[in-house]
Each structure stands twice: as structure tokens, then as C-alpha cells.
């Protein structure tokens, strides 16, 4: 995951639409997921991320125990 970007999907992997459309992502192949809602060509991510001023929170908080 990119700080303020998409997820990165490394192959081999395939991946699955909300229809079940699946598109296997080659071994060496990366592909790029849009988290912004904003790009043109969902679900891949075109960069616009990058004028839209996404922020995102990409790392897990420290559990807290109790
Ligand atoms: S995360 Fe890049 S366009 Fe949405």
C-alpha cells in the first residue's frame, strides 16, 4: 500500500471484481488499485490520487491491550 495512494498487487495473483470477474496479475507484474475513488479506470488506479489530495491512514494503529 502507498501512503496516500493505491494498493500494489504483486504477482502471481489474481484478482476478483465485485461480479467475480477475475484478471490474473502475471508473476513479475505489478498492478496498481485505486483507493481514492477518483480514478478514471477503476478499479486501477491513473494517479489522479495525486491532485485530489487523498490522505489515507496505510498503517495499522498500535493494538491497545486492556
Ligand atoms: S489511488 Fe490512484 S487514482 Fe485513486
Same mark, same amino acid.
Given at each position: 500500500?502507498?501512503?496516500?495512494?493505491?494498493?500494489?498487487?504483486?504477482?502471481? !495473483?489474481?484478482?476478483?471484481?465485485? @461480479?467475480?470477474?477475475? #484478471?490474473? %496479475?502475471?508473476?513479475?507484474?505489478?498492478?496498481?488499485?485505486?483507493?481514492?475513488?477518483?480514478? !478514471?479506470?477503476?478499479?486501477?488506479? @491513473?494517479?489522479?490520487? #495525486?491532485? %485530489?489530495?487523498?490522505?489515507?491512514?496505510?498503517?495499522?494503529?498500535?493494538?491497545?491491550?486492556?
Amino acid at each position: 500500500m502507498e501512503p496516500n495512494g493505491p494498493y500494489i498487487v504483486h504477482g502471481p !495473483a489474481v484478482i476478483v471484481d465485485a @461480479d467475480g470477474h477475475e #484478471r490474473e %496479475v502475471a508473476l513479475g507484474h505489478t498492478v496498481k488499485l485505486c483507493r481514492c475513488g477518483h480514478s !478514471a479506470t477503476k478499479p486501477f488506479c @491513473d494517479e489522479t490520487h #495525486r491532485t %485530489v489530495d487523498f490522505v489515507s491512514r496505510p498503517r495499522f494503529e498500535p493494538e491497545v491491550r486492556r
